[in-house]
């Protein structure tokens, strides 16, 4: 049996450059990047190389980029932080997408509980947001835009460019979750009136546990970890060299791959589109038609026309080979309809009867050709079944 690795928007495999950049960091450069002996120095002179490079590939200077755990840790920072800065200027009101990530919107959902305002603005059926909708949530007391740069369930690239300069013509912050985005498509600061924006190494062959915020100069935004005083007071902690160092040769690797793969993916996705809906009986591709990331392709089978479900297709897939996700990774494991979906207009049940294909750079034509054959022996499994 052939398997089939679908699934690159929850994580990706750590790309051998990016193991290899780190190896040697784990056992000669151990040091303390806060101590001022040798070692200490030489792991600092590391950290501060890839904080360079991971701010040169967003437009940022170096001292605007700081290390996280990860994207969930990134999009705490930037709500929690930066509503708690906000708030001693008595400002409580905070803007976000209903198809953000489970780490914006829950955090989003703690703030509102400790006395915060949160509105949460609705997309098409395509899940864009629309920029005059933002515009018409704005109250006086609003200090913080958050809309995603492209989804992580049906890939729709958001309008952030225009949402970014309604925010800043109103001096509203404005915060990004890139996680799905940088070394994808182009996400550059200068371009942009982002303020905050987040970063993860795991989605971009780079390893798990590493991320980063970006915080442009003299945005107020309060810390959400207290303790030492690294990473210029923002984020306590001793920092981790050796993923640094891997996060930043991933970033580095992305930006120099990112266009060709995308040619690779948009080439995938024709394929793949194409057979889903020539071959299969009332089914419904997520996302934008164009707007959208070239290696994901969401499909939805309409539980109007057909009866199936969502997580024994997984699991059939599953089962002959292919792994594929069935809306996003963090929430994988739960039975709820996916909220981005229903966001999007679809009912509870082809919400669930729903699978997300995320390709990446290893996958070929064969692949796309292998999952798809697959899928038919799945759905005709349960009409016969049903049937039966
Ligand atoms: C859009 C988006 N934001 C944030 C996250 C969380 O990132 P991490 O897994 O690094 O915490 C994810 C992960 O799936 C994501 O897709």
Redesign the pocket.
């Given at each position: 049996m052939r398997n089939v690795y679908l699934d690159h928007?929850?994580t990706t495999p750590v790309d051998d450059r990016v193991s290899t950049s780190m190896q040697a960091v784990f056992t000669e450069n151990f040091g303390n990047a806060s101590s001022i002996h040798l070692f200490g120095r030489e792991a600092k002179v590391l950290l501060e190389e890839s904080r360079e490079l991971i701010a040169k590939a967003i437009g940022a200077r170096y001292d605007e980029v700081y290390f996280t755990s990860?994207?969930?840790e990134a999009?705490n920072h930037a709500l929690k932080g930066i509503a708690f800065a906000s708030e001693k200027q008595k400002k409580n009101h905070i803007i976000i997408s209903a198809i953000e990530?489970h780490?914006v919107l829950h955090s989003a959902a703690w703030l509102r509980e400790h006395g915060f305002e949160v509105d949460i603005v609705p997309v098409d059926a395509d899940a864009l947001v629309d920029p005059s909708k933002i515009h018409a949530a704005i109250k006086t007391g609003t200090c913080l835009i958050s809309v995603?740069h492209a989804n992580?369930e049906v890939g729709t690239i958001e309008p952030i460019d225009e949402i970014a300069a309604i925010a800043r013509s109103s001096a509203i912050l404005f915060h990004s979750?890139t996680?799905?985005t940088v070394g994808k498509i182009p996400v550059d600061v200068n371009n942009t009136a982002i303020d905050v924006l987040?970063l993860?190494a795991?989605k971009m062959y780079g390893p798990k546990g590493i991320?980063a915020i970006y915080i442009r100069r003299g945005t107020k935004i309060d810390s959400l970890l207290q303790g030492g005083s690294q990473e210029n007071n923002r984020r306590a902690g001793t920092e981790n060299v050796p993923l640094a160092v891997g996060f930043a040769k991933a970033v580095e690797i992305a930006m120099e791959e990112r266009e060709g793969l995308a040619v690779h993916y948009a080439k995938l996705r024709e394929v793949m589109r194409s057979r889903l809906t020539d071959e299969f009986e009332a089914v419904i591709l997520n996302g934008h038609p164009q707007l959208s990331l070239s290696h994901i392709v969401s499909v939805s089978f309409d539980s109007q026309k057909n009866r199936v479900d969502g997580d024994a297709l997984i699991m059939g897939l599953d089962l002959r080979g292919v792994a594929v996700a069935s809306g996003?990774?963090?929430s994988s494991g739960s039975m709820q309809a996916s909220h981005v979906l229903t966001a999007m207009g679809r009912d509870r049940e082809t919400a669930k009867a729903t699978i997300r294909f995320s390709m990446g750079k290893s996958t070929t034509e064969e692949d796309i050709h292998y999952a798809i054959d697959a899928l038919h022996e799945v759905v005709g499994t349960m009409k016969h079944a049903v049937s039966s």
């Open positions: 928007s929850a990860g994207g969930t999009d990530h780490a995603m992580n979750d996680v799905q987040s993860s795991h991320g996003s990774a963090c």
